[in-house]
């Protein structure tokens, strides 16, 4: 009798046993599944940013040397539309970003506002520095994102 009792509690506890192993496993799987997904939106938030950022910077490349060439009105206005289509574009990835990565935000705002700072150059030397500037924080928005991944 005493050695059936010992068999059944063994085999009660050798289930648990693995019960709880399986349990742990599968949190464990959970959990980087989620560490990848979060990763994986985050490379996508700056992949967007940085796009809209280069489009932006375009655009006002583009708009700004055409004021300072003194282009005809109707060139210029098209310009600026382009520009403000390319300004509103840069809000969703960056409140995205602002919010799946807030250690990167700085970085990011930091990135928009030089952006922002190609309008009403005084000359197309400023323009030409500030469109570097711009250039560089992106690229180190995109540094820091490589280094907190």
Same mark, same amino acid.
């Given at each position: 009798?005493w050695?059936?009792?010992? /068999?059944?509690l063994g085999t009660?506890?050798?289930?648990?046993?693995a019960?709880?192993?399986?349990q742990r496993? /599968?949190?464990?799987?959970?959990? =980087?599944s989620?560490? &990848?997904?979060?990763?994986? !939106?985050?490379i /996508?938030a700056v992949?967007? $940013?940085?796009?809209? $950022?280069?489009? &932006? @910077?375009?655009?006002?490349?583009a708009? =700004? !040397?055409? @004021?300072l060439?003194g282009? #005809?009105d109707a060139d210029?206005r098209?310009?600026?539309?382009a520009s &403000?289509?390319t300004?509103s574009?840069?809000?969703? #990835?960056? %409140? %995205?970003?602002s919010? $799946?990565? #807030?250690?990167?935000a700085?970085?990011?705002?930091a990135?928009?506002t030089? %952006?922002?700072?190609?309008?009403?150059a005084?000359?197309? !030397?400023? $323009? %030409?520095a500030?469109r570097?500037a711009a250039?560089?924080?992106?690229? &180190?928005?995109?540094?820091?994102?490589a280094t /907190?991944?």
């Amino acid at each position: 009798m005493w050695t059936s009792l010992i /068999a059944v509690l063994g085999t009660l506890l050798g289930s648990v046993t693995a019960y709880l192993l399986q349990q742990r496993t /599968a949190r464990t799987d959970r959990a =980087e599944s989620r560490a &990848h997904e979060a990763r994986r !939106d985050r490379i /996508a938030a700056v992949t967007a $940013l940085t796009v809209a $950022l280069a489009d &932006h @910077r375009r655009t006002m490349w583009a708009r =700004e !040397d055409l @004021r300072l060439a003194g282009a #005809p009105d109707a060139d210029y206005r098209e310009a600026r539309a382009a520009s &403000h289509a390319t300004r509103s574009a840069l809000t969703a #990835p960056l %409140t %995205t970003l602002s919010i $799946l990565a #807030p250690g990167l935000a700085a970085a990011a705002h930091a990135a928009a506002t030089a %952006t922002y700072a190609l309008r009403n150059a005084p000359d197309t !030397d400023t $323009l %030409t520095a500030r469109r570097q500037a711009a250039i560089d924080a992106a690229d &180190h928005l995109i540094h820091a994102a490589a280094t /907190a991944a």
